[in-house]
């Protein structure tokens, strides 16, 4: 065998076994974190996906950390405390984290957003408005759901403009029976408002969401509600 085909053979089966060295996922995740609902935005940044939550912002932030380092007691300081019900909430894609941010990876194209709020307002806040277009785009986990787009009288136009946006898979008018698997986007009439439920209340991370926007689409398509919690 000749030098050139065995070191050939040698890279071919290196390529085949990843010399054991286990690879990512390509591409990045955003991380941001702010406080008091999204009100002051601390930091806004792009993190490598295929790492966890919790490595992610040790990589840029100070952490500190409790329950055997599964969840953040502090961020750079800010800690979180039960008496004055302030704590450190992490969400993804604007699902709310049910388990250890030790535990969850991140995928491409994730929204990963840690906020310092007060919990006492809205302690059952399980889905937030202002990752949007997520988590219509890339779910949660790196699970996308179907997406249905209803829309009020008169907003047809506007909704197939979102649609298209979301890779939405119909656009119905309001009140259309909407398969249970599926995260839903409502385009309202009315005062400018954004609202987000889960569809069966109660539910983990992975269960469907509704999304319930009246409003200039062209704002909301811009960007113009990121890191709000709800809208007014």
């Not at 070191?7 to 010399?19: K, M, S």
């Not at 039960?82 to 909430?89: C, N």
């Not at 009315?190 to 987000?196: I, S, V, W, Y």
């Not at 439920?197 to 811009?222: E, I, K, M, N």
Request: net charge positive.
């Amino acid at each position: 065998m000749t030098i050139r085909r065995g070191l050939a053979l040698l890279l071919a089966a290196l390529a085949l076994a990843g010399c054991g060295v286990e690879r990512g996922p390509a591409g990045t995740a955003r991380l941001w974190i702010t406080r008091d609902r999204g009100a002051t935005l601390l930091l806004d940044t792009t993190v490598p996906a295929g790492e966890t939550l919790m490595r992610a912002l040790r990589s840029h932030v100070k952490v500190d950390t409790r329950y055997g380092g599964r969840f953040v007691q502090a961020i750079d300081g800010v800690q979180g405390s039960a008496s004055s019900q302030r704590d450190w909430f992490w969400f993804v894609n604007g699902l709310a984290g049910d388990t250890s941010a030790a535990e969850y990876r991140l995928h491409a194209g994730d929204v990963a957003w840690w906020d310092y709020r007060d919990w006492s307002k809205d302690p059952d806040l399980a889905v937030v408005v202002g990752a949007f277009p997520e988590p219509f785009l890339h779910g949660f986990d790196g699970r996308r759901r179907p997406v249905v787009v209803l829309y009020a009288p008169g907003r047809l136009t506007a909704a197939r403009t979102v649609a298209r946006a979301l890779g939405a898979q119909s656009v119905e008018p309001a009140g259309s029976t909407v398969p249970p698997g599926s995260d839903v986007f409502a385009l309202a009439t009315g005062p400018t408002r954004f609202a987000a439920v889960q569809r069966t209340p109660g539910s983990d991370s992975t269960s469907p969401v509704q999304l319930t926007f009246a409003g200039d689409v062209r704002r909301l398509l811009a960007g113009g509600y990121r890191r709000r919690f709800s809208v007014p």
